[in-house]
């Protein structure tokens, strides 16, 4: 079956840095965009970054632009979130989801979701 499972969360200060992984399985992964999603306590989950099946196109939230980079390698199934500067507001549950759509309609339109990592950016 289809597993995507997240690593690399964790406790950071501001201003630090932490690499997310996404590791995905049981499907074709280049045949997929990828999302990282996060949702912060008593908010709802939000789109955080996207990149196109090869790679070449990304997307981001404007308040992580120029902080984050969304990148794959699928020779490696796998899909990175790298955060830096980060500041006590990307505090959430960060999530990678696979989209077999071109067409991004929201949260309902993903085919699979992983379970989550816990990033926690302390002040």
């Known amino acids: 079956q289809v597993q995507l499972v997240e690593s690399g969360g964790g406790l950071v200060q501001a201003g630090g840095s932490l690499r997310l992984s996404c590791a995905a399985s049981?499907?074709?992964?280049?045949?997929?965009?990828m999302d990282w999603f996060r949702q912060a306590p008593g908010k709802e989950r939000e789109l955080v970054a996207r990149i196109s099946r090869s790679g070449g196109d990304t997307s981001y939230k404007n308040s992580v632009k120029g902080r984050f980079t969304i990148s794959r390698d699928n020779a490696k199934n796998t899909v990175y979130l790298q955060m830096n500067s980060l500041k006590p507001e990307d505090t959430a549950v960060y999530y990678c989801?696979?989209?077999?759509?071109?067409?991004?309609?929201?949260?309902?339109?993903?085919?699979?979701w992983g379970k989550g990592t816990l990033v926690t950016v302390s002040s």
């Open positions: 049981g499907l074709t992964f280049s045949n997929y965009i």
């Open positions: 989801a696979a989209d077999l759509s071109e067409v991004y309609i929201g949260t309902g339109g993903m085919d699979y």
